[in-house]
């Protein structure tokens, strides 16, 4: 606004013309209109393809810089050193790596189950940071779905009590009635009733993937889900994750060994040492 004589000076057409401009300019780099003012703001990717030309707040996640340390005194380990990722809605990635790489850190750090020390971890355009940890519970209620190894399911709850219990916590209604369709879906309306320790891996997995997708978040993370089953079984497992990314348009993200499971995926991101050391597509593995 240094300015004004000169302006002052110029034909009164041009003056307006300056002050639009300004005036957008202010608008295109004030982060609150960033946030959503409904302004697009045109982002150069750095590998601009059609694979990646989404703004940063359309991407399903986004982590910038993300550093984390667990453990206390002589057994602290500094485990993420500064991820950067960004996922597209829709999108599914394989997280590989070798034994103690930092994925499983990863997955529940961008799930909200952990929080970064440092960096930014902004899930489904929410900043993670920013939240305490009621509001952090109920946003992992209503946008992520967790598929664990070792399924972690209530062993003195039926599959159906299992599956509606998240539906419960955040106070949705009809909890058995969803629970029931999303037991249908997984293949298991026969065994509503059955306890976690009357049902195979298998069945344990699919009660598992129905209870974390029973209200369809847009944000699926799964951690080595067929690591516990046989081949036949878990590649039964793959394909209902896969069904469900598809039907819903879930983003998945899904740490694996497995290199057919990885080959699945349209990206495959390798971990080493807490750092990302290669992301591609999986045709490249
Ligand atoms: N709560 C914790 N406290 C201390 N160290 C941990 C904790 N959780 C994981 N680690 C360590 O962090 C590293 C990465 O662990 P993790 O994310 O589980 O690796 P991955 O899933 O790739 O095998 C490992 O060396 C592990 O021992
Ligand atoms: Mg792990």
């Known amino acids: 606004m240094g300015m004004i004589g000169a302006e002052r000076m110029e034909p009164t057409v041009e003056a307006d013309r300056r002050t639009v401009h300004d005036s957008l300019q202010d608008k295109l780099t004030s982060p609150a209109s960033q946030a959503g003012s409904g302004q697009t703001v045109p982002q150069e990717h750095p590998k601009a393809n059609a694979a990646v030309t989404a703004a940063p707040t359309d991407m399903a996640i986004r982590l ?94 039926t599959a159906l009590e299992n599956v509606a219990l998240p539906i419960e916590l955040t106070g949705g209604r009809d909890a058995f009635e969803r629970a029931a369709a999303s037991l249908e879906r997984v293949g298991l309306g026969h065994r509503l009733h059955h306890y976690p320790s009357q049902l195979s891996g298998g069945e344990q997995q699919r009660v598992a993937i129905a209870r974390a997708t029973v209200g369809h978040p847009p944000i699926l993370v799964a951690d080595e889900p067929t690591g516990n089953l046989d081949e036949a079984t878990g590649s039964s497992i793959v394909e209902l994750l896969f069904d469900l990314k598809r039907d819903r348009h879930a983003t998945l993200v899904l740490v694996t060994h497995d290199p057919s499971l990885a080959a699945r995926c349209d990206r495959v991101v390798h971990l080493r040492s807490g750092l990302v050391e290669a992301d591609h597509a999986p045709a490249n593995l």
């Open 64 to 157: 910038a810089d993300v550093h984390l340390s667990l453990g206390h005194a002589a057994a602290r380990v500094h485990i993420l050193k500064g991820i950067s990722l960004a996922v597209r809605p829709g999108e599914a990635i394989g997280l590989v790596g070798p034994s103690g790489s930092g994925k499983s850190t990863l997955l529940m750090t961008l799930a909200g189950l952990e929080r970064a020390d440092r960096g930014a971890v902004i899930v489904a355009g929410q900043e993670l940071g920013g939240l305490d940890e009621d509001a952090l519970a109920r946003f992992r209620g209503r946008n992520i779905g967790i598929v664990f190894q070792s399924f972690h399911l209530v062993p003195t709850m």
